[in-house]
């Protein structure tokens, strides 16, 4: 047994001194400070430390193609970033190319989990409805695979009709799981694009013209109407306005069970990088938007609108960027960002407006853990839960490169940003697998780790 002593533990409810006593992967004790524990060999000095539960990012790409690009890193890279930046835990995405059923991707990416060097999760999704999909979900469900991904945009790869949206939000409804959408009209963008493309700015500069506001937050209505008329829960990744959160902050009111993501860069970068250099680095979807809309969703965020914060992480390298730098249309999607996720977060809302910690924990590895049906065994501190901690140097102050960084690309997009706030020690499952920003081991250790049925009822209040 080992036991972390000296630091603040920090809880999503509450935070204070104490000592977390581990029993191999699992924490078995929260103690006061200093208390005695019988069958303690190995204790771990936190003094002046904060004392975190391992991230949990619901929302990362690994290895994900997309028309005619993949982005870089397998799970073995993704993962020993992850855990760099202090996430023990991904949820990864299967998405079926073009023709392929949902079931045979899902299994084809939980087959790589085992290479990883943290533990993962997995969502599915689903393009197109037909009689096999209630069965498709149903086996999903049963291998722990409960969230389902659709998209209102991307049309003639993996955009969704609302009749599919519709059938496979009451399906999921069902198998103790829930859908998650990433909204945009498509009918809106693709007249945005046409329309710029026409006048010559289709190009990566003038990416927040071809991809507008109002795209989301239509899109966003349309779908909570549909979750509205079948009771069923509905999460939305990545909302990049105050309009959409308050859309699903209104609906929560109605009763409907709906949850906000947004994610590291759409609460601090903003649009003015497109008119800098190497515009083409910024571009993802839904795009950046203006300073003043940035600051107004992070203000949800400290409000408490605001489920939780993914990275919506796409390892991209500039090469791919650049290939079609001239046409958004044709070019890949994200940005790399699970290394950066926490540390970011960290430093612009806890210690640069004020965030408390446990807020922090809240929206990085509790709730995260929670809408993905991985709570209390991921996302927490409490007797039970595996023993994923970060031990955390709030003080301490570092300035982003890429050359700093382990993310499979060449550039990050917050190259140059001044942070405070940084993971010490990282430990997966009871293992020190991060110490003074080295790698203890390179030898995959990670999980898959299977959703339970959630009890929608009794989350709803997240």
Not at 331 to 343: D, K, Q, S, Y
Request: one cysteine or more.
């Amino acid at each position: 047994m080992k036991a972390i002593r000296g630091g603040t533990v920090v809880e999503s409810t509450w935070s204070g001194p104490a000592d977390v006593v581990i029993d191999g992967e699992t924490i078995v004790a929260v103690t006061a400070p200093g208390a005695p524990t019988h069958g303690v060999t190995e204790e771990i000095d936190a003094t002046g430390k904060l004392v975190l539960p391992g991230g949990v990012d619901p929302h990362c790409h690994v290895g994900f193609t997309s028309g005619e690009f993949t982005s870089l890193d397998r799970y073995p890279e993704c993962t020993a970033a992850a855990l760099f930046g202090a996430t023990t835990t991904i949820v990864d995405f299967a998405i079926p190319r073009p023709g392929a059923r949902p079931l045979d991707a899902a299994r084809e990416q939980l087959a790589k989990i085992p290479a990883g060097l943290c533990d993962a999760a997995l969502h599915g999704c689903v393009v197109d409805w037909d009689e096999s999909v209630p069965m498709q979900l149903r086996h999903m469900a049963d291998a722990g695979i409960r969230t389902i991904k659709m998209f209102t945009t991307y049309a003639g790869e993996s955009m969704a009709d609302e009749h599919t949206i519709l059938n496979t939000m009451r399906a999921t409804r069902d198998l103790g799981g829930m859908v998650l959408i990433h909204c945009e009209s498509d009918a809106i963008v693709v007249d945005a694009q046409n329309r710029c493309a026409a006048i010559g700015t289709v190009d990566a500069g003038h990416m927040a013209d071809t991809r507008p506001e109002l795209a989301e937050t239509s899109s966003v209505a349309a779908i909570l109407a549909i979750a509205e008329s079948q009771q069923a829960p509905v999460y939305f990744v990545h909302q990049s306005t105050p309009d959409a959160v308050d859309l699903v902050v209104d609906a929560r009111k109605r009763g409907v069970v709906a949850f906000t993501e947004t994610v590291a860069h759409h609460l601090t970068l903003d649009d003015s990088r497109y008119a800098q250099d190497d515009p083409e680095r910024f571009v993802c979807c839904p795009p950046l938007r203006r300073r003043d809309v940035v600051d107004e969703l992070g203000s949800r965020l400290l409000l408490g609108s605001v489920t939780t914060v993914g990275s919506d992480h796409c390892c991209y390298d500039t090469r791919q960027k650049q290939k079609h730098q001239h046409d958004v249309r044709a070019m890949p999607n994200g940005l790399p960002g699970v290394e950066t996720r926490l540390p970011v977060i960290f430093s612009r809302f806890v210690n640069d407006l004020g965030m408390s910690p446990s807020r922090f924990v809240e929206v990085t590895a509790t709730n995260p853990a929670i809408t993905n049906g991985l709570y209390p065994r991921k996302g927490s501190l409490l007797p039970g839960s595996d023993a994923d901690i970060a031990i955390w140097d709030a003080d301490r102050e570092w300035v982003v490169t890429r050359a700093g960084l382990h993310m499979a690309t060449d550039y990050t997009p917050y190259e140059g940003m001044r942070l405070r706030g940084r993971p010490e020690q990282v430990f997966l499952r009871g293992e020190l697998v991060i110490a003074d920003g080295e790698l203890v081991s390179d030898v995959p250790r990670g999980r898959y780790v299977p959703a339970a049925p959630m009890d929608f009822a009794s989350i709803r209040a997240i």
